[in-house]
């Protein structure tokens, strides 16, 4: 078994090449938000929602509208973020939600990451053009990557 060094240096490492989905965001990866409460996090993100679902966004899908599954209990779907990424000018044709689970249970992971999934494989065989998922809590971030890292292989 081949051990992992502690420390690179970089003129000696070979760099892998990573397409932007916006400045910050790899496309097939993951990007952590972090900073103090209230300081606009959500809001920053759903900018760049709104932005994908025009095709106005910087990245590697600039003048294509690409669709977003957006998975968040904090803050409620019809009444504050839907009408603020209406507000930003996103495309609500492009911009789904989820939170809920069977029987309307708030979703939970990694129990539901297969619930996700099979959303993502319906919004996609239905047509939706479905490039990006956004996790709207930390703790919900943790527990859907730490499935998605462990599926990868």
Not at 5 to 13: A, V
Not at 73 to 90: H, I, N, Y
Request: with cysteine; proline share 6%; glycine share 10%.
């Amino acid at each position: 078994m081949k051990k992992a060094k502690l420390i690179e240096h970089g003129s000696s490492t070979k760099m892998e090449s990573v397409v932007p989905a916006a400045p910050g965001f790899p496309v097939g990866g993951y990007t952590l938000v972090f900073g103090a409460r209230s300081a606009r996090k959500s809001t920053w993100v759903e900018h760049l929602v709104a932005r994908w679902s025009c095709g106005e966004a910087e990245g590697v899908w600039k003048g294509q509208p690409v669709a977003t599954l957006m998975i968040s209990v904090e803050d409620d779907w019809k009444s504050m973020t839907l009408p603020r990424l209406t507000a930003m000018g996103a495309d609500p044709a492009l911009v789904f939600s989820m939170a809920r689970g069977p029987g309307r249970r708030a979703l939970r992971f990694p129990r539901d990451w297969s619930l996700v999934m099979d959303r993502v494989r319906q919004l996609r065989k239905n047509g939706h053009p479905l490039k990006i998922v956004v996790v709207g809590s930390r703790k919900t971030h943790d527990r859907v990557s730490e499935r998605a890292e462990s599926r990868k292989g």
